[in-house]
């Protein structure tokens, strides 16, 4: 099936740091890439969506340029937390979508846990 | 906007025995996606089952299978001979038909197998 990757897995950073975080699709492309959030015991919020060659769009009461993102090619998109603070800790899991299937499906990476001290 | 609402945090049962997973939502769409993903204690997302608005049918995977009721607004998923395996988070999920839009998750229901 197809497999979506993340780096790093676990990220511990200073408060005031930038931690980026990449996001592949390793046998697949994916024009459409998604950043969720999910705080412990928590469900997964949607962040943003990463659009290969073009802006991404972010869902209300996220702060774009606190969380950049990057999609420069067809399997990565990166996320970075600009100046992160310990309220940016959390569990980040990002997604991708097989641009040449046609069952609408989304892949999910492992996830990248970031502790911010 | 659309809602996922899964009304049991946490729901137990015996192995082998069968579980009923619920999840309502509340949509103005048509056309859309409804699947159920497993998150064990590693964090990582499984699809577990997908179902699409516009088939009648109920989607089936192994043991795996949901109740779909369009008019409902229902889709719930069972468990068939319940499997140690099967302990995890399980969230029901929304899509939008046509577009390429993130998912729409509920809170979650955390299943245990009880040996």
């Known amino acids: 099936g197809a497999v979506v990757s993340q780096h790093p897995s676990w990220v511990i950073c200073k408060s005031g740091t930038s931690v980026k975080i990449e996001c592949r699709s390793l046998?697949?492309?994916?024009?459409?890439m998604f950043w969720y959030r999910q705080f412990p015991k928590q469900s997964l919020m949607l962040m943003a969506t990463s659009n290969e060659g073009s802006k991404a769009t972010y869902e209300q009461g996220v702060e774009k340029d606190k969380f950049l993102i990057n999609h420069a090619s067809l399997t990565l998109s990166t996320l970075t937390v600009t100046s992160a603070h310990p309220e940016d800790s959390s569990f980040y899991i990002c997604?991708?979508?097989?641009?040449?299937?046609?069952?609408?499906?989304?892949?999910f990476g492992p996830g990248t846990r970031l502790l911010v001290l | 906007a659309q809602t996922v609402t899964q009304s049991q945090p946490e729901m137990s049962v015996q192995e082998a025995e069968t579980v009923t997973l619920s999840c309502t939502y509340d949509?103005?769409?048509?056309?859309?996606?409804l699947f159920w993903y497993k998150q064990p204690p590693s964090r990582q997302m499984i699809l577990v089952i997908r179902q699409e608005a516009y088939k009648q049918q109920n989607a089936t995977e192994n043991r795996f299978s949901v109740n779909f009721q369009k008019a409902a607004k229902s889709f719930s998923l069972k468990i068939s001979d319940s499997q140690l395996g099967d302990a995890a988070m399980y969230f029901c999920a929304y899509h939008s038909g046509g577009g390429a839009d993130g998912l729409t998750f509920g809170k979650g229901t955390h299943l245990i197998i009880q040996p």
């Open positions: 997604s991708a979508r097989d641009t040449a299937s046609t069952q609408e499906t989304q892949y």
């Open positions: 949509t103005s769409e048509s056309d859309y996606y």
């Open positions: 046998d697949f492309q994916a024009t459409t």
